[in-house]
């Protein structure tokens, strides 16, 4: 079965950063992208970045461009997000999920396979 697993959350000042990880199992990185997504408090579910599987082609929502940096590590099964700069704004749980390959930006794939997601709170 497909599996993911969040870490690396944690209380952060503003300026900070963290480094989340994804660790995933029964599904090859080849034919999944995998993406991170953060919910706020009152807030709607929204996309932070993505990697493609076929490719590693990445991408990013405006509001982390130039501060967030997501990447993979094939031989460990292990996807990451570094978070630089961080803002109150930030402040979130953060998910990942898997996507069957398509084409295109994966922000906009359908995902359906999701880990248990990881507290991040930036304040002072």
């Known amino acids: 079965q497909l599996q993911l697993v969040e870490s690396g959350g944690g209380l952060v000042q503003p300026g900070g950063s963290l480094r989340l990880s994804c660790a995933h199992s029964g599904f090859t990185w080849d034919y999944f992208a995998i993406g991170w997504f953060r919910q706020a408090p009152g807030k709607e579910r929204e996309g932070v970045s993505c990697?493609?599987?076929?490719?590693?082609?990445?991408y990013y929502t405006d509001s982390v461009k130039g501060r967030f940096t997501i990447s993979r590590d094939i031989a460990k099964n292990t996807v990451y997000l570094q978070m630089n700069s961080l803002l109150s704004e930030d402040t979130a749980v953060y998910y990942c999920?898997?996507?069957?390959?398509?084409?295109?930006?994966?922000?906009?794939?359908?995902?359906?396979?999701w880990g248990q997601g990881t507290q991040v709170t930036v304040s002072s």
């Open positions: 999920a898997a996507s069957p390959p398509a084409p295109g930006d994966c922000l906009h794939y359908v995902y359906h396979n």
């Open positions: 990697i493609r599987g076929h490719d590693g082609s990445t």
